[in-house]
């Protein structure tokens, strides 16, 4: 491999003074930082604090990623700290930590694999994971489809037997099981059928959905569901039943199989090990309407694959085979190749277990193989995105005590918490329980509390994608930023986040659109990392660390060959937010809020300031001119409202600036380029109290130096 040599344009040239800064006689826009001693804001080490997320990566690529040239590159940007992502649980698979271990029926190499905590002379180097056989879900990341719907009598879906009394010592009835089925329109419904496996339900309703949204999401309160007038059956015996569900028709599109009591019968696997035996599990789910003469007009397609109706369950049973393994769906990079590659930098690391498809006995087994390497481990994250995969905070809940236990058992010192969820602008809600309680979060503390473990929940992580959903995003997009970011802070501290724990947002980005042809995704960084910081989160991971060849969007463009073609917006943006901004060293800045009166005719906040005090006393505070096309002069004032003074910078101030001077795309189709494409420009200026600071349309830019009197 080749790393081509940088070229820098001539606005990497330092600039002195004189051409940097306006008169005294432009009109004053103020930013004002609330730079009193007891004021602060949050305080934080960027070398723990600012980092960047690790996922699975595609087959073939680790070696090429995480080794040099191509990590040093990665490094240069300046993320400190690195959260790895559970993506296996995402496509609903069964994640092999370690390829080393045994399966709860060795015979035939099936059941419940446990890796081996053991550590042996042989590095793990890959992981790899297999797709669940028992699934119930259509969508989700992958190319996986649901069991329920695919025509195939002999396969079926089966719940997670650890959501089971036998587990959980809970009755079944407080953690109901279900499957949901998506017509994909309203159809007039009279009936079901179900071919129901072992082991299936005794007591179960077959409801529908009033609301005219999705069960999710943006319709998860808009509506509720109702059991059919004659769909509660309370004496199930299995086998394969029609059941006329009202003696008219009721247009519906949702339904939903809500089960509260077990045959526990043992499925196809045998009875020689009890998970085989408890929980639900359906082969064959079709819905439409029943004829007076009893023909039945199924209005379900049945297909192996995404074509088929779609359907959601509540859990998977992690049961799977050998034969199941599939390494082409990529590699969730083994463990030993990860901190010993360097991408850690050895730092403290965030890691996860698998949690919704895995044992109790294999995630402690991860931890504490960990330990026993001495590699550095900071949080441990249960699970991926329980939220996104619709489970409900009290079933989360049971696993998560379950695994905390067995955990703690192998390694007490482990620090716990979660769930992480997906990226959302409000609070993540479900259906209601008894009490009519919606929120996820503040159900999910409650049964910690019910149940005394609170204790186990030591921090509160989260997602963050604000235009995940968007293939393109306008100039006006970026201004929304910090007020989502307070919000959303705001809403899980109102809904139950217990404030004495921190909490963490570890895995984000601007989303769909963020492409390389403006520097539109390397604002929103800057302004969101500032935000987020002010809102007092203990840390914050980049998400897209890791680049890929032929990949226009990543964080560095490289060729086939993995040679560095370029330096995108967000790359270069990370460089002044890391380096710049803050010192790069293992020490506290305290952060205080500023405020800024630079605005639009319609009151839009065109300019953001975010302030630091440094280890080295040098203040410094990063302002992003959102403004697309003009520049702006700008006062800085630092209030103390404990003394009623006002200060200023003075003396030399460093200006450091990326924006839209300093990196222009050039669109030629396959061969578009940048160029420039960074570096920041440097200069210097003069601080004083009637100093106007310039700047640049569209840009990022790091004032720092010490305040006078």
Not at 80 to 97: D, I, K, P
Not at 191 to 203: G, L, N
Not at 247 to 254: F, G, L
Request: negative net charge; proline residues 7%; hydrophobic residues 35%.
């Amino acid at each position: 491999m080749i790393i081509q040599a940088r070229k820098w344009s001539v606005s990497a040239c330092l600039v002195t003074s004189s051409l940097l800064w306006v008169s005294s006689k432009a009109p004053s826009q103020i930013i004002t930082i609330d730079a009193a001693p007891s004021h602060v804001a949050n305080t934080f080490s960027p070398v723990r604090s600012l980092g960047a997320a690790i996922d699975r990566l595609r087959t073939g690529t680790p070696d090429h990623l995480l080794t040099d040239p191509v990590l040093k590159e990665i490094l240069g940007a300046g993320w400190q700290t690195v959260t790895y992502r559970q993506n296996t649980e995402l496509m609903v698979e069964a994640w092999h930590w370690n390829p080393n271990g045994t399966w709860s029926d060795g015979g035939k190499q099936q059941g419940y694999f446990v890796g081996s905590a053991e550590p042996t002379a042989e590095m793990i180097r890959h992981s790899w994971a297999a797709p669940l056989p028992h699934r119930g879900f259509s969508r989700g990341d992958g190319n996986g489809w649901s069991r329920l719907t695919d025509g195939d009598p002999n396969s079926y879906w089966k719940s997670n037997p650890y959501l089971t009394k036998a587990f959980t010592g809970e009755d079944d009835s407080l953690h109901p099981q279900w499957v949901m089925i998506d017509l994909g329109s309203q159809a007039p419904v009279n009936a079901i059928r179900i071919a129901w496996a072992e082991p299936y339900a005794k007591h179960y309703s077959v409801q529908f959905w009033t609301g005219a949204l999705e069960p999710f999401y943006d319709g998860t309160t808009k509506g509720t569901w109702q059991t059919f007038p004659l769909g509660a059956i309370t004496e199930g015996k299995g086998g394969t039943v029609t059941l006329k569900l009202v003696s008219w028709m009721i247009p519906a599109r949702y339904l939903r199989i809500w089960m509260t009591e077990s045959s526990n019968t043992c499925d196809t696997h045998g009875s020689a090990d009890k998970r085989n035996c408890v929980g639900y599990a359906i082969n064959e789910l079709y819905v439409g309407a029943l004829s007076p003469d009893g023909q039945f007009n199924d209005y379900v397609t049945h297909f192996p694959s995404r074509n088929q109706t779609v359907t959601w369950p509540s859990s998977v049973d992690p049961w799977h085979a050998v034969s199941d393994m599939d390494e082409s769906r990529g590699d969730q990079v083994g463990f030993d190749f990860f901190f010993t590659s360097g991408v850690t930098r050895g730092l403290p690391t965030m890691v996860p277990i698998a949690m919704l498809y895995s044992t109790p006995e294999d995630a402690a087994n991860e931890i504490a193989y960990l330990y026993k390497r001495h590699y550095p481990i900071s949080w441990i994250e249960m699970g991926e995105e329980a939220d996104g995969q619709h489970m409900l905070p009290e079933d989360y809940g049971a696993l998560y005590l379950q695994f905390a236990t067995a955990i703690h058992r192998l390694v007490p010192e482990t620090k716990l918490g979660g769930p992480p969820f997906e990226g959302t602008f409000d609070d993540v809600e479900v259906w209601p329980d008894a009490a009519g309680k919606v929120s996820w979060l503040g159900r999910f503390v409650d049964y910690l509390k019910a149940h005394s473990r609170l204790n186990d929940f030591t921090f509160f992580s989260f997602e963050h994608y604000p235009y995940q959903d968007k293939p393109t995003y306008s100039w006006a997009d970026l201004y929304p930023e910090p007020d989502y970011v307070r919000h959303i802070v705001q809403v899980w501290k109102d809904n139950g986040l217990p404030p004495n724990i921190p909490f963490f947002m570890t895995e984000g980005n601007i989303g769909g659109g963020a492409g390389p042809s403006t520097v539109k995704s390397a604002l929103w960084l800057a302004d969101y990392v500032g935000s987020m910081m002010t809102a007092g989160a203990g840390a914050t991971y980049f998400f897209h660390y890791m680049p890929s060849p032929d990949r226009i969007n990543g964080f560095l463009m490289l060729d086939e060959k993995y040679n560095v073609l370029g330096y995108p917006p967000q790359y270069l943006a990370t460089q002044v937010i890391t380096k710049e901004w803050v010192q790069p060293v293992d020490a506290p800045h305290k952060l205080f809020k500023a405020s800024s009166d630079v605005t639009d005719a319609a009151g839009t906040l065109l300019v953001t300031a975010y302030a630091v005090e440094r280890p080295d006393g040098q203040w410094s505070v990063m302002l992003v001119n959102r403004d697309q096309y003009n520049d702006h002069a700008v006062k800085i004032v630092f209030n103390d409202a404990e003394t009623g003074h006002d200060r200023h910078f003075s003396g030399r101030v460093d200006r450091i600036t990326f924006g839209s001077a300093e990196y222009t795309w050039h669109p030629q189709g396959e061969r578009g380029h940048a160029d420039p494409d960074g570096p920041p420009s440097k200069s210097t200026v003069s601080g004083g109290t009637e100093t106007l600071y310039k700047l640049s349309m569209a840009s990022i830019t790091v004032l720092r130096g010490s305040i006078g009197d």
